[in-house]
């Protein structure tokens, strides 16, 4: 088979899974299993053998035209080459691992088929937007991937938090994709292609008329997919999904595809300063903000939210110098990581019955009671704080090597201050990183006090799904440094020694501070307790619980991120930012004065005009006819004679009237 | 003879015959006079006619189509007047309202209640035609 076929059956399969799950799924359960792991294996499967074939030889392409659609041509087009078959295999392995994962975590939901089959549909979509190379092609995958998440987020719909975060994702994410769709339209009719190929080659020529428009206009919806400030703030809130659906969608791939498109489309923003300078302070607020934003949360999925976010900023910040091998090198090594702590997050939500680290820190043995889930956690935030030798140092260490390497001005069409910015951001962000990764392990497995239920062993399946992606977590950095620049045919990506030790280091301090804090408050801990834990059957599978914690965390704690606890080391690390941290710095409560509120009110006065002012007209144009025919039914009174005679008038009105008038 | 004659005795004629329609009370008698209007119809037919020197005579063979139709319909009349003085008692046009608007609130007619019953119904008797 050819290698453009093989790939294309990688998206395929999972779609036809998807397809038959939707069709099948309620009439035939004993399929829905197989059916949701199977081809998605499958495709990982094939993802790889195309990976291997494909190396680090010239990009491959197919297309095939099916139909011709006016002024500029649609392709059904592949584009192979280093970037694509990389972020697929990874998308493979974290989609059938999550599929694997969900087989234990939802095995009593009655919904099951459907959410199957539509992590099924979303693991298509994305694996379709990495490989194609067509714009349009990409939109809609890019767009199925939003109505996936949608649903998956809405999953627990019964729960009002869900509901509203499902429509908060879609309404978010939608806000970018507007102005996306414009910017792609605006890309072609310049380039007078959807072709990637096409538009880059024009990019390069200078062809481009308004790259900073342009480039601006496709960052929006790159904002909104991958939760970059100012539109990060549906990612969060996705978190009311289960735990499988935020390891996939909103951690390690759809988020990512944001960042991956910009990779693809690289030319494009480099032709303009001024859109490289707002990625570049886009990036720079996000990994600050969010790693601050992180540190105050309680919501174990929630810090881990903010967390990707920061990192979808790190990427970003890649980008900004111009940097793309590192922004998908982060991307990958991230990717396996983000998922892993969130399934491990799934794990020990299960295991201690709440999703709050308050609750946690007051639980001794929490860690014993989920081994592996502590040694893979503890392994993915070692790497996403960035020590060596994980993953996510070498990452990590790219991304801040490529900013130093701008910052001297040493790249071309990236201004300096742009280096600056996401060096300095970056540096912070790494410091802040390591300190909620730190709180994160220490609050959740190092607590003290009574003894948490014992749920009895975890299912096999989701232990063994951990370590699998703890295995890339560990080797993937420190083995591939050397060998992707091969795959993407750019500079080395390898740390150098004055970053590295910046970097290490800053980290370090992070972690000792935050240990520092932590000890110093295990005083307080003990003091006050906040034993609020959610009283699920052990038996209950594991989704419930995570449902059940969600749905209250409100109501035990007062709100859906913080929980108001004195013996929190972030508290005492923040200091009197912390309410506004936990908040994610009001930004919502912001949007809700400029725009929820406005929107609301225009809704409510259109609905007074509807009511009120036209139904008014309406009902007068029925009431009308209506009076008229009442006058007119008190002469109907059944005498013929009369009626007879009324004709005769008429008659004779109107003959007299023709006779005088003609 | 002048067109005048037997025009001004078809108008007394229909004249009497109107009168007749909207002022007699009986139902016979308001049958007798719409005979009477029809009548003096004919006539106008016979005596146009005949003024206009039709070779196709139109109006005479048209006079006789009245005439059939005339009694067919008069046959009709009588029969349901018959019908309706069997069943109330009375041919008096002037007590026969029942097309009058109903006064009071009015009963919206659903649709609906009378067309659910016939349906099985049928079913049965389709079921019985099959058996």
Redesign the interface.
């Known amino acids: 088979m050819t290698l453009i076929a093989l790939a294309a059956l990688v998206p395929l399969l999972p779609f036809l899974a998807a397809a038959a799950g939707l069709l099948l799924g309620g009439r035939a359960p004993g399929f829905v299993r197989p059916l949701a792991v199977l081809p998605v294996a499958t495709s990982f499967v094939l993802a790889a053998v195309v990976a291997a074939r494909q190396g680090t030889g010239a990009p491959t392409d197919g297309a095939h035209r099916l139909t011709v659609t006016g002024s500029v041509p649609i392709d059904v087009a592949l584009h192979l080459d280093g970037f694509s078959v990389l972020v697929a295999v990874l998308v493979g392995l974290v989609a059938t691992c999550v599929q694997l994962y969900s087989v234990a975590y939802l095995r009593d939901d009655p919904r099951y088929p459907s959410y199957a089959a539509l992590v099924s549909l979303f693991t298509s979509a994305m694996l379709l937007v990495v490989y194609t190379g067509d714009l349009m092609v990409l939109l809609v995958g890019w767009e199925v991937m939003g109505i996936c998440s949608y649903f998956l987020v809405g999953h627990y719909w019964e729960t009002e938090t869900a509901r509203a975060a499902s429509i908060k994702a879609f309404l978010v994410t939608k806000l970018g994709d507007v102005p996306f769709l414009i910017g792609v339209f605006a890309l072609a009719s310049d380039a007078h292609t959807f072709r990637i190929t096409g538009i880059l080659d024009a990019a390069s020529h200078g062809q481009l008329h308004h790259p900073t428009v342009v480039a601006l206009l496709l960052l929006a919806g790159v904002a909104g997919k991958s939760a970059q400030f100012p539109l990060h703030t549906w990612l969060p809130d996705a978190m009311a999904g289960p735990t499988p659906v935020s390891a996939l969608i909103h951690a390690a791939t759809m988020v990512a595809a944001g960042i991956y498109l910009v990779a693809r489309l690289l030319p494009v923003f480099t032709a303009s300063a001024a859109a490289l300078a707002v990625l570049a302070a886009t990036a720079a607020v996000t990994m600050v903000g969010s790693a601050l934003a992180a540190l105050a949360q309680d919501d174990i999925k929630r810090v881990l939210a903010y967390s990707t976010i920061g990192q979808l900023g790190y990427m970003a910040g890649a980008l900004a110098v111009g940097d793309r091998d590192a922004a998908v090198f982060h991307l990958l090594s991230h990717g396996a990581f983000k998922a892993l702590l969130f399934l491990g997050a799934g794990v020990v939500i299960h295991a201690a019955g709440t999703n709050s680290l308050t609750a946690m820190s007051r639980m001794g043995s929490l860690g014993k009671r989920v081994p592996d889930a502590m040694w893979t956690m503890g392994l993915a935030l070692a790497a996403l704080a960035a020590l060596p030798p994980l993953s996510g140092f070498f990452s990590k260490e790219s991304v801040l090597r490529a900013a130093e390497h701008a910052s001297s001005g040493d790249t071309a069409h990236v201004p300096s201050a742009v280096g600056w910015t996401v060096l300095v951001a970056g540096l912070t962000a790494a410091l802040l990183t390591a300190g909620y990764a730190t709180r994160l392990f220490l609050l959740a497995f190092r607590g003290s006090g009574p003894d948490v239920a014992d749920h009895g062993r975890q299912p096999v399946v989701m232990t063994t799904v951990l370590w699998v992606l703890a295995v890339p977590t560990l080797a993937f950095g420190g083995l591939t440094y050397r060998e992707l620049p091969d795959w993407f045919g750019g500079a080395p990506l390898g740390p150098t020694l004055l970053t590295s030790v910046l970097g290490t280091g800053l980290a370090l301090v992070g972690v000792l501070i935050t240990y520092g804090a932590w000890s110093a408050t295990t005083a307080t801990r003990g003091s006050v307790p906040v034993g609020a834990v959610v009283a699920a059957d052990p038996d209950a599978e594991p989704a419930l619980i995570e449902i059940e914690a969600v749905a209250t965390h409100e109501e035990i704690y007062g709100d859906i991120a913080a929980a108001d606890d004195p013996g929190d080391p972030g508290r005492l690390l923040l200091g009197p930012l912390h309410p506004l941290a936990a908040h994610g710095f009001r930004l919502d409560a912001v949007y809700s004065a400029l725009f929820v509120r406005p929107v609301l009110a225009a809704a409510n006065l259109v609905r007074f005009l509807d009511r009120e002012v036209i139904e008014t007209y309406v009902r007068a144009a029925g009431g009308t006819p209506r009076l008229l025919g009442a006058a007119v039914?008190?002469a109907?009174?059944?005498?013929?004679?009369t009626y007879?005679?009324a004709l005769?008038a008429g008659a004779v009105v109107l003959a007299v009237l023709v006779a005088v008038g003609g | 003879m002048h067109l005048a004659y037997p025009a001004v005795l078809a108008v007394l004629l229909f004249c009497v015959g109107?009168y007749g329609?909207?002022?007699r009370r009986n139902a016979i008698l308001v049958l007798m006079s719409v005979e009477l209007m029809l009548n003096a119809v004919n006539l106008n037919l016979v005596a146009f006619d005949v003024w206009l020197r039709d070779t196709l005579h139109a109006g005479q063979a048209l006079t006789l189509f009245t005439i059939t139709i005339a009694a067919a319909e008069i046959g009709l009349g009588l029969a349901i007047v018959l019908l309706v003085f069997r069943h109330r008692g009375s041919s008096d046009?002037?007590r026969?309202?029942?097309?009058?608007?109903p006064h009071g609130p009015e009963v919206p007619h659903g649709p609906d209640a009378t067309d659910a019953r016939p349906a099985p119904a049928a079913d049965d008797e389709k079921a019985e035609a099959t058996a």
């Open positions: 039914r008190r109907q009174n059944g005498n013929v004679q007879l005679s005769l | 109107l329609v909207l002022a046009i002037d026969l309202t029942g097309l009058a608007e």
